[in-house]
């Protein structure tokens, strides 16, 4: 029989020794609490779903009535059959289930605080509201999402905030520096990671999430200090995926949250700024899931400290933040529980209905298994979110959407394709990540409007009109890597995979000398693409374990290499050949710092560690000038603000270091510092005349816009933007920044920065004449302003080279189809 031991629990504040918001709670401090919590009474359960980058530890609460406890894996079951993940009917679900993510963003650090007070209040007997609504409602608590961020940021704001703390704006401690504590130990935006799971604390929290599908879910955030408190419902636009039912409840929750905000005087908006559009939130990840998906933001993330005046000199305190945020969340829990049986009703009607009548047009998605590597990368990222998927049962020939074509072709279906049909309970989400073009209802929208798959990850798909049922995927047995000679001349790999990269980066820093054909070849009856990697015995004597280390190393990666008894080709250049490079292992430097993007920092960082397991030397721009870069081979310059950080005399240090053999490789925003440089080629117009034409066509637009409306103002200025919009552009592939791709690309372009053709480098991928815009939004203004213009060019210089690379490649690390490239520009280009 269940009885609270509630002598024995304790509030937060008795158990951390001050009231909440006094103070930050460190992160052991937070775990320490729940584990408290959990040991103390029986209706709270304690689960560790995994570790950060840091190893810190990640846990979820699960708090309910001690009957529905009883049965816990019972309901959540249930709730698996509801969303059809399992087979079976079930019982009719009768319990609700409320999720709350709290401090996905570090730096947004209320929300920890607020974690345990609610945590408390739904295990305190005096509150009988709580009691009642948990006799319906499973609650999950996740404390913080990102706690390698939270403690960044906390522990800055320890070190360095006045004590009693200084309200006073200018004040150091409302004044977080480089890089914050807004991003995970990768400086990688853990709510932008939902759809695509690049990051180990999303991955890991997708596993329990879809093991439980909740009803609701709420991301808890903070907003700047001068506003006040939004809550659902969200702004237009929202994606056509997105049910009534699911709108209308978000209004429901905010009638109730304004009752009690009403109550209190307190500030808040709705329909505003907070959209539903990009999948990879906190709110639009649960909401295509069949949940009820919500953003809270308070006023306060990393300026407000615990306590600071804002513009309308109101203090702004931590404690004021803590009860806002628990305001909502206890209104969250009471409009759930009094509509648990419609939230369940709705919930199995979602997956009913997507299961058996998808919405999206297309009923089948082909992807052609014509890479191997590709094809299983998506695999991978499509079994984290339980989409199913399978092969075709037999070959056949028909009319399909062509992605790569933009158009109705004929389509040649093999038995080795991968099928995603429609007809599945998570059809709503395969329609939104594969989709080729996203509906905008509103092209104001807070986040990219392209994101579709097939496009980012470079896959030959296609999208069919008609039902084709697949039959179950069957994992292949492992192979032979090679056909073994007893003592082959070579090993020869294929070149076209970010898999093949993180191959190659082992070989090396095994120091096993491998070179790389800079044109197409024969051999052996096979044909290879320039890129292709070659390991020669000759030039490895030093190894008497040559061809151990590299079968099993082959092994190791999945690779299938070929093994030639001969340097002799049929066609192409002969292993001993010039053209046949011996690439040189790279020492490489990436900058960070002040002025530089964070977030294009962690994208670079996180694929060096992570992912192709190379090492790398972080420098920072505050002794950068003192570097010897002599020491280096290569210098990556991530994108941001250079003006100042590389002053006229570095840059020409830099210039000097390129002719002498070093390669630079700029990202997107960072190029500008060198197109102001008369020692660097790159320009952002190829002629004075152009640039003079390009500032008439502003003038004229200013001229326009002056007799516009100020409410106007805001769309206006999108015609001038481009939101995350997909491009189809032109490359060289037989370029070394180009091995391993077609003719074409896809890019994804974030901005109207634009810079004109090399004149006397290689411009490797570039926007031929008017642009193929082929998914999502870009204004007028902007689509003209990047006709004729760079996408990727190289610049020799000497006996080095300046890779440019206008778009970013490594986008948010779900742009997957970019790392190859970028991997060149380390690896290939200049050897």
Known sequence: MFQFVWSQTKSPSEFLGFELGERFSMHHQVTDYFKHVADQNDNVKLVKYGN?????????????????????????????RAARMIEGDGQKQDVAVLWLSYNVHGNESVSTEVAMKMLYELINPDNKETKQWLKNTIVIIDPCLNPDGRERYVNWYIQHGNMPYNSNPDANEHHEPWPGGRTNH?????????????????????????????????????????????????????HEVITDFQKEFQVKVGENHAKYFDQKGWLYFTKETFDLLYPSYGDTYPTMNGGIGMTYEQAGSGRAGLGILNKGEDLLTLKDRIEHHFTTSLSTLEVTSENAVALN????????????????????????NNNEDKVKSLMRLLDRHKIAYGTSSSDMSTKAYNYKENKITKLDIKKSDLIISSYQPKSNLVKVLFEPETTLSDSLTYDITAWSLPYARGLEAYALKTR????????????????????PYAYVSKWNSTEDLAYLSYLLQKKIKVRFSQKPFRIEGKNFAPGSLVITRAGNEKFENFDSIIRNSALQFERHLTEVKSGLVTSGADFGSGRVHYIKAPKVALLTGKEISSYNVGSIWHFFEQQIKYKISILNTSYFSKV??????????????????LDKEQL???????????????????????AASDDFEISVYESEDMEKAALKSRDSLRKENRLKTYNDSE?????????????????????????????????????????????????????EGEVNQISGFAGTNALKGIETSLVYGVE????????????????????????????????????
């Open 715 to 767: 769309r206006i200025a999108l015609s001038n933007w481009i939101s995350g919009s997909i491009f189809k552009v032109s490359l060289d592939n037989t370029n070394p920044l180009g091995f391993g791709y077609g003719k074409e690309y896809y890019t994804l372009k974030q901005g109207r920065q634009r810079y004109a053709y090399l004149k006397n480098g290689y411009n490797v991928s570039v926007m």
């Open 652 to 674: 020409t240090a830099l210039n000097q270091w390129v002719q002498k053999g070093g390669k630079i490789i700029a990202f997107s925003s960072a190029i500008s510092v060198f």
């Open 628 to 645: 010897d870069l002599h020491d280096y081979d290569v210098l990556i310059i991530p994108s941001g603000n250079y003006h100042k950080v």
């Open 345 to 368: 009703d709705q919930f199995s009607s979602y997956f009913k209905s997507a299961q058996q009548s998808p919405k999206d047009e297309y009923k089948t998605y082909v992807i052609k």
């Open 796 to 831: 020799n210089k000497g006996k080095g080279t300046v890779v440019y690379l206008v778009d970013d490649p490594l986008f948010r690390s779900f742009w997957e189809n970019g790392k190859l490239l970028f991997g060149n520009a380390i690896f290939m280009v200049g050897q």
């Open 186 to 238: 990768y400086f990688f935006d853990l709510n932008r990671d939902w759809a695509w799971a690049t990051q180990v604390e999303t991955q890991q929290r997708l596993v329990l999430y879809n093991n439980w599908m909740p009803n609701v879910h709420v991301d808890f955030h903070e907003m700047g200090v001068d506003d006040s408190y939004y809550f659902a419902p969200a702004a237009a636009p929202f």
């Open 468 to 487: 084709l049922e697949p039959d179950p995927y069957e994992k292949e047995q492992n192979r032979k890597t090679s056909e073994s000679l007893s003592v």
């Open 52 to 80: 950060t980058y840091e190893k810190r530890p990640l846990h979820v609460a699960i708090v309910t009535s001690q009957e529905n406890f009883s049965r816990l894996e019972e309901i959540r079951m249930n709730q698996l």
